[in-house]
């Protein structure tokens, strides 16, 4: 077993434990964010070896106030399965996670493939439809504290997500306004301009950088296009609603 197999396998272990592990760059600090993709790849491979299916790409950091909220600034990618994503309206177990975070994101499926260094107008082109959106996010490291390297192999921190009603491709999501509540009160407020200027951007993206490990998005891939706002940490009891202008809202509650 190489020592990138291990990496994988400490992680998987850490999600389906739900104990945080020490950061892999703690004791391998040359891991590059090359090897990091292998890591998540082979993290990736053991979970789909369990029975689950890929069902799309989630784009992470492509605001500046996740940047800033994590400390890494490099827009990174990672791969969602069937089994991250929660019923919308649904209770999720807080004890099923590490220490989870929720933000609020916008849903793409794809219609058409698309991968490569691919223009705006071609990504808008290869959309099916958009859709209100969260994602959980849980790092699997101590203290929610990772390098760029570490975080990548984590396949980026997704842990789950929520997609609400699909709405035409047609809506605009250019400049959105976005609230999340937690039991009633806000507490993030944002734009979906905030995801890179405009969230297609983080869909060209996508396509690039899937393309650089040989992989494309394909119809019916949903791809997440990364938060607009910092993320909440989740504690039993929250109810959670994100309303977002023109396409409606998702909610979750808390469980223990
Ligand atoms: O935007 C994101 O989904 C970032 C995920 C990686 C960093 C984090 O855990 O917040
Ligand atoms: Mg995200």
């Given at each position: 077993?190489?020592?990138?197999?291990?990496?994988?396998?400490?992680?998987?272990?850490?999600?389906?434990?739900?104990?945080?592990?020490?950061?892999?760059?703690?004791?391998?600090?040359?891991?590059?964010?090359?090897?990091?993709?292998?890591?998540?790849l082979?993290?990736l491979q053991?979970r789909w070896?369990?029975g689950e299916c890929r069902v799309g790409y989630k784009?992470?950091?492509?605001?500046?106030?996740?940047?800033?909220?994590?400390?890494?600034?490099?827009?990174?990618?990672g791969r969602l399965t069937d089994a991250m994503r929660?019923?919308?309206?649904?209770?999720?177990?807080?004890?099923?996670?590490?220490?989870?975070?929720?933000?609020?994101?916008?849903?793409?499926?794809?219609?058409?493939?698309?991968?490569?260094?691919?223009?705006?107008?071609?990504?808008?082109?290869?959309?099916?439809?958009?859709?209100?959106?969260?994602?959980?996010?849980?790092?699997?490291?101590?203290?929610?504290?990772?390098?760029?390297?570490?975080?990548?192999?984590?396949n980026?921190?997704s842990?789950?997500?929520?997609?609400?009603?699909?709405?035409?491709?047609?809506?605009?999501?250019?400049?959105?306004?976005?609230?999340?509540?937690?039991?009633?009160?806000?507490?993030?407020?944002?734009?979906?301009?905030?995801?890179?200027?405009?969230?297609?951007?983080?869909?060209?993206?996508?396509?690039?950088?899937v393309?650089?490990?040989?992989e494309s998005l394909q119809?019916g891939d949903i791809v997440?296009?990364?938060?607009?706002?910092?993320?909440?940490?989740?504690?039993?009891?929250?109810?959670?609603?994100?309303?977002?202008?023109?396409?409606?809202?998702?909610?979750?509650?808390?469980?223990?």
């Amino acid at each position: 077993m190489s020592s990138l197999d291990t990496f994988a396998a400490t992680l998987d272990d850490a999600a389906l434990t739900a104990s945080a592990t020490p950061q892999i760059t703690a004791t391998y600090p040359d891991l590059s964010v090359d090897e990091a993709y292998e890591v998540q790849l082979k993290l990736l491979q053991l979970r789909w070896a369990r029975g689950e299916c890929r069902v799309g790409y989630k784009m992470g950091l492509t605001s500046r106030a996740k940047m800033i909220q994590v400390g890494v600034s490099e827009i990174i990618w990672g791969r969602l399965t069937d089994a991250m994503r929660q019923e919308e309206g649904g209770v999720l177990k807080r004890s099923r996670f590490v220490h989870p975070r929720v933000e609020p994101e916008i849903a793409y499926i794809i219609g058409k493939p698309l991968a490569g260094n691919v223009s705006a107008a071609e990504a808008l082109a290869a959309i099916e439809a958009i859709a209100p959106a969260m994602e959980i996010i849980d790092s699997r490291y101590q203290n929610f504290k990772f390098a760029l390297p570490d975080v990548i192999a984590d396949n980026s921190s997704s842990s789950g997500f929520y997609v609400g009603s699909w709405a035409p491709k047609s809506t605009d999501v250019t400049n959105l306004g976005i609230i999340m509540e937690v039991n009633g009160r806000p507490v993030q407020i944002g734009s979906s301009a905030a995801i890179l200027g405009n969230p297609i951007r983080s869909l060209v993206s996508a396509a690039r950088l899937v393309a650089g490990v040989g992989e494309s998005l394909q119809p019916g891939d949903i791809v997440l296009a990364g938060a607009a706002t910092a993320a909440h940490a989740l504690t039993p009891g929250e109810y959670i609603r994100t309303s977002f202008q023109r396409l409606g809202h998702v909610a979750f509650s808390v469980g223990a």
